[in-house]
């Protein structure tokens, strides 16, 4: 009752014509730098952060959290009609949503996403208002063994999963993990893999990694197939909107992905990419038209937006309770807070209650925005299919070397960028799925940290992954599905032989 009343509260606080003017301003941008790839939500957070120093603390943030829900929406709209993800966490939906793009069911792809994401937000939001002190529990019993294991899981599935070969998603995610090696290192302080390029001492940005081989080897890819193998982009044809079918086939991935998404999303280290995969993963396996998977399947779109906007929502979990942000986004908010001089935790909840359940009842105002916005503009965004092939794909490289050099302006990671962008497109023509390598880059340093500090506590001994059983039971479910893709292959070659 106490929190529903301190909700009730907070409506009042988001009701105000102030909240209001920012958090559609807040939407309105996020979905805008969402649709451009390599611009997302933590990057335009961080530029408005000196703009907003001596603006109202409130409505600051509930900007920036309307920035954040935007750009998860904007960003599966490039994934959908151009295969190029304006964010990392929209990787999957990319896979099936630019089939059903090309196959000319670009309008009710992003009618899935749209409405999946609003019933996804709507659920996470409302997990984040009433579920938030259960699931802070939860989390803070993790041990680092536990985040290690679950992470292996993740690598696992993605690898297993993508591709017609489970060796080649393997081979991806390694060279994935291997680029996450490079930079310094965190305990020691040493330099790895830098080859004496100062530019390398921070890492390979996931930025320049994801747009390099999604959208950049892309367009390499259309242009080498452009006279060889002509590929026209198929315009919309028909409704632009879900059929009765569609949503039969789409209220259930919804679900999944929210179960996915807002207790992984409010994990420290979950993040939004392993929910999206692992809701990709579910669908394909429960999907009652198995053969649609690779061509243009509406629950691997379904799930995956919905798996993203719900974590979302629950990396804000952590970041109010605790002051402990598990996304950039959420890194770059908490920075916001501090420049009020507001520290996020349990006492902020005690001194500034109108501000934190300002800004949760902001979500709720936000995400019937973001449906309003997104849905009539359907129309408009399924037209980007119309530009001529050569223009587009020349507008997608303008894009993504512009989102890059504003991340980064140095002509080595405009170089980078660009040889990811011939990997890419020699990923495509051998058949190599590219999604595993930026779940290495993403995750990979996270797992060492992860096993790293289980290492310490155990003064070094390994067996602590076996022993405690949370790791255990984890490991044993990614050594099962390692596995058995194995198995069945073995097992279909059996009857074959058979037969």
């Known amino acids: 009752m106490d929190t529903l009343l301190a909700l009730l509260n907070g409506f009042s606080v988001a009701f105000e014509p102030s909240k209001l003017l920012f958090c559609l301003v807040g939407v309105f941008l996020g979905t805008a730098v969402g649709v451009l790839p390599g611009i997302g939500p933590a990057l335009t957070v961080a530029l408005l952060l000196p703009v907003t120093f001596k603006l109202d603390p409130a409505g600051s943030l509930i900007m920036f959290a309307g920035i ?3 750009g998860m929406y904007g960003g599966s709209t490039t994934a959908i009609l151009l295969n190029a993800p304006g964010e990392s966490a929209s990787l999957a939906t990319a896979l099936e949503g630019s089939k059903m793009a090309k196959a000319g069911r670009g309008g009710p792809a992003l009618a899935t996403s749209a ?10 939001t409302i997990g984040l208002a009433f579920l938030a002190p259960w699931l802070v529990e939860i989390a803070v019993k993790f041990g680092p063994w536990d985040y290690f294991a ?5 690598f696992v599935t993605v690898s297993a999963t993508f591709g017609d070969s489970p060796l080649r998603g393997l081979t991806s995610l390694f060279v ?3 680029l996450g090696l490079i930079g310094i290192d965190k305990l020691t302080g040493q330099a790895r893999l830098t080859f004496g390029v100062p530019e390398l001492l921070n890492g390979v940005e996931v930025t ?3 747009v ?10 259309v242009a080498s197939k452009r006279f060889r193998e002509p590929e026209e982009i198929i315009p919309i044809k028909g409704s632009l909107w879900m059929s009765k079918q569609d949503w039969k086939r789409s209220w259930a991935p919804w679900l999944r992905g929210t179960a996915y998404g807002f207790p992984i999303g409010a994990l420290p280290a979950g993040g939004a990419e392993v929910p999206t995969f692992l809701s990709y993963s579910t669908e394909k396996k429960l999907c009652k038209y198995p053969d649609e998977f690779g061509k243009g399947a509406i629950e691997g779109v379904a799930g995956p937006e919905a798996a993203n906007n719900a974590s979302a929502a629950g990396t804000l979990v952590p970041l109010l309770t605790l002051g402990l942000p598990t996304s950039a986004t959420a890194a770059i908010m908490l920075a916001g807070f501090q420049q009020y001089g507001l520290n996020p935790g349990p006492l902020l909840f005690a001194e500034k209650p109108d501000l934190v359940w300002g800004l949760i009842a902001s979500l709720f105002v936000a995400n019937v925005m973001l449906v309003i916005l997104n849905l009539p503009l359907i129309g408009l965004w399924v037209k980007l299919l119309a530009v001529p092939q050569p223009w587009l794909y020349a507008g997608i490289l303008v894009f993504a070397t512009m989102g890059t050099l504003a991340v980064n302006s140095s002509p080595v990671e405009l170089g980078m960028l660009f040889a990811f962008g011939y990997l890419g497109y020699l990923m495509r023509r051998y ?12 995750l990979g340093p996270m797992a060492e940290a992860q096993l790293r500090r289980a290492l310490q506590i155990s003064l070094g ?4 992954l076996l022993e405690n059983p949370g790791s255990a039971t984890l490991l044993g479910i990614a050594f099962i599905a390692l596995v058995a893709p194995f198995v069945m292959k073995g097992l279909n070659r059996f009857k074959a032989a058979e037969d």
Do not use: C, N, Q, R
């Open 68 to 70: 954040y829900y935007g």
């Open 115 to 124: 409405i999946g994401s609003f019933v996804a937000g709507l659920i996470a």
């Open 150 to 154: 679950l992470m292996i899981v993740a």
């Open 176 to 178: 994935g993990i291997t």
């Open 208 to 210: 320049t990694l994801a």
């Open 212 to 221: 390099g081989l999604f959208a950049v080897g892309e367009a390499f890819y």
């Open 431 to 442: 058949d190599y799925p590219v999604a595993p390598m930026v779940v290495g880059l993403i």
């Open 461 to 464: 001994d390994p067996m602590i």
